[in-house]
C-alpha cells in the first residue's frame, strides 16, 4: 500500500514557523523527487518546493525563497517543510507529493508529474 500522510499543520501568527511532515509507506521516498504543494481558497493547487533524489538537489517557488527549507529523513521515511516568517498569504491546505521521474528546477512544481499525493494539512496564518 503506497501512502503519503501530512501533518503538522496548525494556526500560527504572522512572523511564527511550523514544520509540516510527510510520512511515507509502501515505497522508499529517497528514491522519488518530492514535492510541497498549497491550494489556498479560490485558487489552484500550486508548487511550494521540491527535493530531487539522490544527491537532494532543492527548488523553491520566488514566494517562500529564503522562508521555507525542504528535506528529508531517510531513517523515517519522511519529508519535512520547514515554515519560518509566516505571513497571511502562506494560509493553505498544504499536500505533499512524490514520483518517481527525477525533477528539478521549476518542472517539479507541475501537479501532472505526480503519482502519489498525501491528504493535505491545513495551515492558517493570522493575529
Known amino acids: 500500500q503506497v501512502q503519503l500522510v501530512e501533518s503538522g499543520g496548525a494556526l500560527e501568527q504572522p512572523g511564527g514557523s511550523l514544520r509540516l511532515s510527510c510520512a511515507a509507506s509502501?515505497?522508499?521516498?529517497?528514491?522519488?523527487?518530492l514535492g510541497w504543494f498549497r491550494q489556498a481558497p479560490g485558487k489552484e493547487r500550486e508548487g511550494v518546493s521540491c527535493?530531487?533524489?539522490?544527491?537532494?538537489?532543492?527548488y523553491y517557488v520566488d514566494s517562500v525563497k529564503g522562508r521555507f527549507a525542504i528535506s528529508r529523513n531517510s531513517a523515517e521515511n519522511t519529508v519535512y517543510l520547514q515554515m519560518n516568517s509566516l505571513r497571511p498569504e502562506d494560509t493553505a491546505v498544504y499536500y505533499c507529493?512524490?514520483?518517481?521521474?527525477?525533477?528539478?528546477?521549476?518542472?517539479?512544481?507541475?501537479?501532472?508529474?505526480?503519482?502519489?499525493w498525501g491528504q493535505g494539512t491545513q495551515v492558517t496564518v493570522s493575529s
Open positions: 527535493l530531487s533524489p539522490g544527491i537532494d538537489r532543492t
Open positions: 507529493a512524490a514520483t518517481v521521474v527525477n525533477l528539478w528546477g521549476d518542472s517539479c512544481t507541475v501537479r501532472a508529474l505526480y503519482d502519489y
Open positions: 509502501g515505497f522508499t521516498l529517497e528514491n522519488y523527487s
